[in-house]
Structure formats: C-alpha cells, structure tokens
C-alpha cells in the first residue's frame, strides 16, 4: 500500500459522524443540516432539457480535452466574467474540461510537484481538505497560511518566512474562500503573482465560488483578471479552476474547468490521459449551455441574499456573526468549543453545523477554525429561518448569546 495514505487526515464529515455518534436529537423537531456545501436550489430546466436532448452523445467516447464548442464557451465566459482581453483565452491551449474540479485540484498537485525536492505546499488555513490530500499524497509537505480575524480572514502571506517560500512548488487558493467567504482582492492576487515570480511556484486559484457574492455591484476579481491588469496575459504560473455545481445548481452534473498557463495544462492533459475522467458528450453539451446562460446565475445570487437577510437578521444580535463577501457560508465566532457547541446544538435543536476545528489545522499553538462553526445556507429559505431561530433559542437558553 502507498504509505501516504497513512498521512491523511480523517474527513471532516467522518470527524462529524464521529461526533454525533450515540447521540439522540429531539425527533419532534425536523433535522435541518447547515454542515454540508451542497447546493439545494432547483437545477435550471434548461440545462437539464440540453441533457436530455444529448443523450444520443453516450455512443461515442468523449476526448479528453472536452469539444471545441465547450472549450470555446467557457473562453468566452472568462473573458466576459473577468474583462480579459479579447482572444487571450486560447480555447486550444487555455482551456481543460474536468469532471468536477475536487477532481482536478487533486490531481495538479500529482502533476506538478517534483517529490525529488523538499516539496513545500502553501494553503489557506482553514482550508478545503482536498489542497492537504493531495499534497501529501505528492509526498510534498503542506504548509498552512493562517486565515484569522486579524487580517480580515484572507491569508497572512507575511508570515510565511522567506525559507518557506523558497521550497514552495504550488500554492492553493481560494476565493471566495470555504469556509468564511472572505474575498482577495487585485492588490493582493498580483502580490501572489509577484512572489510567484520571485519563488518560482505555480497558483492553483480555486475560484468555484466565484458566482455566489452578495453585492451585484461588486463580483469577486480573478487571479487571470489580476494577471491582465498588469499586463500578463500569457497567464504564466496562473492556473484556475471553475465548477458549475454552485454557479448552476448542478453538483451532480460532474463539471468544472482548469484554466491558465498553456505550458501547465499542457503537461497536466499529458497527465489526465492515463488518470482523470474525461467529461460525457451530454455533460458537455449542458455545460456549455450553462456558461453561455447568465439570466439563471443571477437568479441564483438572489436566492442567497434573501437568505442571508433572513438569516442574519435573526442571528446577528446574539451570535458574533457577519455577512461575507462571497460564497454561501456563516462563519460565526461561538462561544467555547466549537466541537461542543455543534453537538450541543444538535442534541437540543437537531440542527447540524461543522465545527470550525474540523477545516483548519494548528500551528506554533493557534488554530483559526478553533472557536468558529460553519453553516451553509444551502437549505430552503424556510429551513434556513426554521434553524437560524432555532439556533438563537439555543444560545438565549443555554446562555450563550452575545
């Protein structure tokens, strides 16, 4: 057996089963579950009919570099989404379909990092656990760059030590962030550049939740977006993965893209040939309808403020919680131990959120998840309200509130 495997860290949903183990929550109250990120509102009709409609496609297998339209559709989107110059998004050399991007986060990091070296991997901490996996199983070492209240929840890349940069070979990503939706901004994304530069790395920018932000006036940057501003449109060091399981509604449909430095994708292509799962003609067909499709994205952001209104509305005078820029989770500070006070709440209100502890790890005796809970407002807009009360009657009877 590969001994990496024994470097890998139990999932949080396996830490949360554990934690909920032989505990009976009140079954006159209906479960509402706040931990998980999947999205809940209602697919589009339209991508599903697109579907539907290639099926036929299942009769040829599908290339690895995805079709010419679907390529060329998602081109188009980024320079849309993100005002890149006109053509800069080459759809040959640019642009890599992917089976869902938990997929392809994973595997950069098999293709990129060089094992024969003290391989370094720098993440966000808290962070999605999927940077930490494949890290290990690279056989780099991952390095965690602390997300607190103290810099706003983005990444502290002043603490990372000159000597740490050094051995750096990827750096992860993510904006809108999971789990606090904190947001980079351009400054900061063409700080990344510039040590990118510097210390020789790839950036793998996780941008799936791009399309979920709260201000219509005011869309997340990009790290290509970043890159054009300065002039950079080769898209060197710049890698950059899309899903539209958030943006679209279709977790299940399987379907994101990589996007950025042509010498990367072209080296990760040569990878994805012999390991990852190339994309269906019908999937491809309804993907390239959905990034083509804005109307459905808009109405999705809408959904999510009137939760967040609610929710907050709700919670705010008694729980240190605040509205995030981006992404669909609440990422409140709570009183005590987070582990405690999730399983507290789900034995008293049969509402379930992740401990914060469960997405970060501790570093030189600090660990920024410790203290928070995650909640996803994925759930009906009646559920969320239905828990967000519920939550606030837990906290006023236990004590808890602000």
Known sequence: MNPDLDRLQAYPFEKLAALKRGLAAPVELKPIALSIGEPRHPTPGFIIDVLIAHLHGLAVYP??????????????????????????????????????????????????????????????????????????????????????????????????????????QLLYLCSPANPTGAVLGLEQLQRVLDLADRYDFVIASDECYSEVYL??????????????????????????????????????????????????????????????????????????????????????????????????????????????????????????DDAAFARDLLARQNVTVLPGSYLSRPVDGRDPGAGHVRMALVAPFEDCVEAATRIRNFLTATGRGT
């Not at 079709?67 to 080459?90: Q, T």
């Not at 990852?276 to 067909?285: E, L, S």
Request: overall charge neutral; hydrophobic content about 40%; aromatic content about 10%.
């Open 215 to 336: 201000d219509e006036s005011r869309p997340p940057p990009g790290l290509l977006e970043a890159a054009a501003r300065t002039g950079r449109t080769d898209w060197r060091r710049c890698v950059v993965f899309h899903s539209l399981s958030k943006r679209s509604n279709v977790p299940g449909l399987r379907s994101g893209f990589v996007a950025g430095d042509a010498a990367v994708l072209e080296r990760f292509f040569l990878y994805r040939t012999y390991h990852g799962c190339t994309m269906p003609p019908p999937t491809q067909a309804a993907s390239t309808a959905a990034w083509r499709d804005e109307q459905h994205v808009r109405e999705n952001r809408a959904l999510y403020r009137r939760k967040f209104d609610a929710v907050l509305e709700i919670l705010a005078p008694v729980l240190d919680v605040h509205r995030p820029d981006g992404a669909f989770y609440l990422w409140p500070r709570v009183p005590g």
């Open 63 to 168: 290339a690895t570099r995805g079709g010419r339209e679907l390529r060329a559709a998602i081109g188009d989107w980024l320079a849309r989404r993100f005002s890149l110059p006109a053509d800069s998004v080459d759809p040959e050399r640019h642009v890599l379909p992917v089976s869902g991007t938990r997929e392809a986060l994973f595997a950069l990091a098999q293709c990129l990092v060089d094992r024969r070296r003290d391989a370094l991997v720098l993440m966000p901490n808290p962070f999605y656990q999927i940077y930490e996996g494949a890290t290990l199983l690279a056989g780099a070492t991952p390095w965690y760059v602390p997300c607190t209240e103290e810099t706003g929840l983005l990444p502290d890349f002043d603490a990372v030590p000159p000597a740490v940069w050094e051995r750096c």
